[in-house]
């Protein structure tokens, strides 16, 4: 777990800081409520898990 801080809805929350690296859960969400443009860059391994074919992600047609 990233934060042990639970919003008034009971939702995680983490202030984030310059420099700091964290892993997602499956759903979240981002808000910045900062007057300053926050600059994401987002790294996925999603190719990687789907050709090692390791969580068995099966596509429907």
Request: net charge negative; with cysteine.
């Amino acid at each position: 777990m990233i934060t042990k801080d639970i919003d008034g809805n009971g939702e995680l929350k983490m202030d984030s800081r310059f420099g700091f690296c964290y892993a997602t859960g499956g759903g979240h969400i981002l808000h910045n409520h900062s007057d300053q443009d926050a600059v994401v860059l987002p790294i996925q391994d999603d190719g990687i898990i789907m050709n090692m074919q390791a969580l068995d992600f099966q596509f429907i047609q």
